[in-house]
């Protein structure tokens, strides 16, 4: 099995995955991890932090934000079987229940009989009956085991609390102190919304570093374009859209495209369903549709049990193995246009993707700050890996969630030479020595200015046979 793929696979960090023991199974199929502050920011995150940089310093640690994410706050799963009658109540802190429901929810009391509270990997749905002094009284609808720490969604009941509470920025200023490469903002609605998290990570002097927004709200849906603009990237979350995006026409493909178009990168999440006591992620053809549309990478949900990770991390593997050399052959477009601020940029971008699509060029090398002329290569899905160069940490994490990107971070002393000799030396490693002297190798530097002081790079792109580089 090849240890470096197309597409990026992102999982989901909890007390199981967190074991070193589990964690060195799948530390090299996994190019990122993902922290939620669900239970917020404590000890436990610092140890998976720890854990991770421990086996592979060079990994991407990202940290979810709460915002409107809700959670079961029960340590212990609760068995509802479909009929029977389970009472719900309100809890800030972890409880160790089996019977009763405890939400993290204090507006529990103020939903309306008939509102269904749906939970999110466990399947389960109730329906409120009665409101007592003790609890709310739901009846189970469709039936199942709540796990511990499970996301609830509440049907068609608006929730009012701010998009960033003081909880969350405490929560962000210790992934920040603890090392959090990057920041998913969860449960956004609006462009507003970002802006308030990038001037906030302003204020704590991380203005580089990246933010991906989390698609998963029929408002977010309707303000996809802004999101996209003013964001590092998307995750969509399918599973929680799909009935916004049939209701206003909209497919996968024109989804996926509004943000490739730009050259951001696209995510997508797969929630897994347990039945008869097996976990399943998802399907091959899930999987393989996702491929032909070039996304960039996989986010999966946290996992309870300790044999999940490495059979479902190892079967995604595979079938990206399988399917994601099978791309479509999509009409190739000019992304840049005459008045944009980016136009040479983008103009010399274009032209190296074109020609992988015209010669036999085996990979591409290129120097990035910001991750622009990287991402932008990227979201054209090119069928050639691409090398990428950056002295900025920020940026170097960030190429880790790029479709078939391989980064590396270097000094501030380095220049062309080494851009040149280090690029080559890494072409040999990632095709393990399988590279012919007469092999074509690209160059990129992309910027608006004809050369760069700093590092000695010409403008432009250059085509070299590997021997001569």
């Not at 002094?133 to 009941?157: H, M, P, S, T």
């Not at 040149?420 to 990129?444: C, P, Q």
Request: hydrophobic share 40%; proline share 2%; net charge neutral.
């Amino acid at each position: 099995m090849n240890n470096f793929h197309f597409a990026k696979i992102i999982a989901g960090v909890g007390p199981t995955l967190a074991k070193e023991t589990v964690l060195s199974k799948i530390i090299n199929m996994v190019d990122a991890f993902r922290i939620t502050l669900s239970q917020g920011f404590d000890d436990n995150n610092k140890k998976y932090i720890d854990t991770i940089m421990k086996l592979d310093n060079s990994k991407t640690v990202m940290l979810e934000m709460r915002g409107l994410d809700l959670r079961v706050k029960n340590v212990l799963n609760v068995k509802a079987k479909e009929g029977n009658i389970i009472a719900v109540e309100y809890s800030e802190y972890a409880q160790e229940h089996n019977k009763k429901i405890f939400i993290d929810a204090p507006f529990l009391r103020d939903l309306p009989k008939g509102n269904k509270i749906k939970f999110e990997q466990s399947g389960v749905v109730l329906k409120v009956k009665e409101i007592t002094a003790e609890a709310i009284n739901c009846e189970v609808v469709k039936w199942g085991e709540v796990v511990q720490f499970d996301r609830v969604l509440f049907d068609k009941y608006e929730v009012e609390i701010p998009f960033m509470t003081e909880k969350d920025k405490k929560d962000i200023l210790w992934g920040l102190e603890y090392g959090v490469n990057m920041v998913i903002a969860s449960m956004v609605k609006t462009k507003s919304d970002i802006m308030e998290m990038k001037n906030f990570l302003t204020s704590q002097n991380a203005n580089k570093m990246k933010i991906l927004a989390k698609i998963e709200t029929e408002e977010a849906l309707k303000n996809i374009d802004d999101i996209i603009e003013i964001s590092d990237g998307i995750i969509l979350c399918f599973d929680k859209i799909s009935e916004a995006m049939k209701a206003k026409k909209i497919d996968e493909r024109a989804l996926i495209k509004k943000s490739k178009n730009v050259g951001k990168p696209v995510m997508v999440t797969f929630v897994g369903t347990r039945s008869t006591g097996k976990y399943k992620l998802i399907n091959e053809a899930a999987v393989k549709r996702f491929c032909s549309l070039a996304v960039d990478g996989y986010m999966i949900d946290t996992m309870i049990r300790e044999d999940d990770p490495l059979e479902i991390v190892t079967e995604l593997f595979e079938i990206l193995e399988k399917h994601e050399l099978k791309l479509e052959d999509n009409k190739l477009d000019r992304f840049y246009e005459d008045d944009s601020d980016y136009e040479v940029r983008d103009y010399i971008i274009y032209n190296a993707y074109r020609i992988t699509r015209e010669l036999d060029v085996r990979a591409m090398v290129s120097f990035t700050e910001n991750g622009y002329t990287t991402w932008r290569l990227s979201s054209l899905a090119p069928m050639v890996p691409v090398i990428a160069f950056t002295k900025i940490d920020e940026t170097y994490r960030y190429l880790n969630l790029l479709r078939w990107v391989r980064g590396y971070k270097i000094s501030q002393s380095f220049n062309y030479e080494n851009l040149k000799r280090i690029g080559k030396e890494m072409i040999r490693i990632m095709f393990k020595w399988n590279i012919s002297l007469d092999d074509k190798i690209i160059i990129v530097q992309a910027n608006e200015s004809v050369k760069d002081e700093r590092t000695d790079m010409i403008n432009g792109l250059e085509l070299y046979k590997f021997k001569n580089i």
